[in-house]
């Protein structure tokens, strides 16, 4: 099995989205420099530095499947069935998921059993790649659990001063992090990989 991973953009104070699910400091580095990066669906591409480029390519080629949330699946209505990353997701939550035009992809698995089982269904997809974790509730959940290896964040130098944070309460306390194994240094963005402490 690969390693399951937390990959979110953040601000300098940990937040992934205002508190109204707004994104537009965050996501700048995506239009940043004149690397085309597509994606898949219907996701326009990227025009990333180079140092971004490599990167996002670099974890685009080892992720093999995502858990998602139910809050980022509504917000991009199931990304239309198919996730930018090109990879299949698995969805938890506990409420039935109607009117979604996700519905019917093969890339989508809905799980309403539990984190555990969401994780091993993602691992079973993956195979020997990454599985990997979206941000904010899912993440805690998954750490919680004991099944996160690492965190990556990209570091995006602005104060948000509040919103959704990256991890919730529901993480059972402080995440505790090695020293940084990734550090890319780019226009409006800094990537980081930390292997998770246990």
Partial sequence: MGQVIASATTSLD???ARQDHGIDELFGWYEAGDVVVENHGDLPPFRLTEESAAYWLAW???LGALVVGRELFD???GWGGKHPLGV???LLTHRPVRDSAALGSPD???MHEGVLEAVAAAQELAGDKVVGVAAGTI???VHAAGLLDAVNVDLVPVFLGGGRPYFT???GGPVPLGDPTVVVPSRGVTHLSFPVRR
């Fill in 60 to 62: 685009r080629e080892q």
């Fill in 169 to 171: 309460a529901q993480a």
């Fill in 108 to 110: 989508l698995v809905v």
């Fill in 88 to 90: 299949p997701f698995v």
């Fill in 75 to 77: 917000l991009t209505d």
């Fill in 139 to 141: 993440a805690s959940q």
């Fill in 14 to 16: 940990g937040f992934i």
